[in-house]
């Protein structure tokens, strides 16, 4: 792997454009220098908003795949740069995954991972997403799923936390497909950049702490933030292990819920 030939984007450098309505990308995965993107039309999940189908309901409740937080970052956003068949190149390059690692440090970037017991019996990284947190929004960036649903179980947690932890905006730059058949809606720059402003604020929770909240079934404990608790494979490995909060697929298991989160308030 080539290193980057350019310093990766300072910290406050990335949290001020992203307040101002503006991200990076590069042309592809070999590119040195970045461009910055203002969308006129600029793409939400309102958070009382998300649409899951009845067949998605039921892979969450049957905790299909053990869901974590700030796990795997790097593994995360080097996964959403793979090449895929529609997309065989990427906006996501060195430069960039240098940078948000970076963010990521800061804690101001996140993932959520999807994982899911291998042939050796190691959990492995089957989907997931990554974004940008300030104040009470959350900029999605891009997901990855190498199993059917995982990446949608990713968004419908990170969702189910944004609301426990007392976020307000799911910023998803773009409008897809997919998105919008999740409950996506389409605004302009304009009115997207008020609601950046709406979002001003410290949120109740960490992203981590809600996680914590969902997966052991009690309340979040002061501490639990970027990176803390459980780490890498040993960690995951707990979660997937028979009996363990993450895996109990019981009455009170996590997937059951988040789905009854929403159900709560639809």
């Keep these: 792997m080539h290193a980057p030939t350019r310093p990766p984007i300072p910290v406050e450098t990335l ?32 958070l009382e908003g998300l649409h899951l189908s ?14 974590t937080v700030d796990r795997a970052f790097e593994r995360v956003i080097r996964a959403c740069a793979e090449p895929r068949p529609e997309h065989p190149e990427t906006w996501i390059s060195e430069r960039i995954v240098q940078s948000y690692i970076g963010l990521h440090r800061a804690g101001h ?17 089957v989907g997931g997403l990554y974004g940008v947190s300030f104040d009470r929004a959350f900029c999605g960036e891009s997901m990855f799923s190498r199993v059917p649903d995982a990446s949608k179980v990713a968004l419908a947690w990170l969702v189910a936390l944004m609301r426990r932890a007392g976020m307000v905006l799911l910023d998803c730059q773009f409008m ?51 990176g803390a608790g459980i ?9 997937l292990a028979e009996g ?15 789905v009854q989160s929403f159900t709560q308030t639809s």
């Design 54 to 67: 009845k067949s998605l309901k039921k892979v969450i409740r049957a905790d299909r795949f053990t869901v």
């Design 176 to 226: 897809t497909d997919h998105l919008r058949s999740m409950g996506a809606a389409e605004l302009a720059q304009t009115d997207y950049r008020k609601l950046v402003e709406g979002a001003q604020g410290q949120p109740k929770l960490s992203l981590g702490m809600a996680w914590r909240s969902y997966a052991s079934g009690g309340v979040a404990a002061a501490g639990d933030g970027v």
């Design 15 to 46: 949290l001020l454009a992203y307040r101002s309505g503006i991200f990076p990308m590069a042309d592809n995965r070999e590119d040195t220098e970045v461009f910055w993107v203002e969308p006129r039309e600029r793409a939400i999940i309102p």
């Design 244 to 258: 363990s909060a993450l895996g109990d697929a019981g009455p009170s298991s996590p997937g059951k819920r988040i």
């Design 231 to 239: 780490g890498a494979a040993e960690g995951v490995a707990e979660g």
């Design 109 to 125: 970037a996140h993932s959520v991972e999807c994982w899911q017991t291998g042939e050796e019996g190691w959990p492995e990284l």
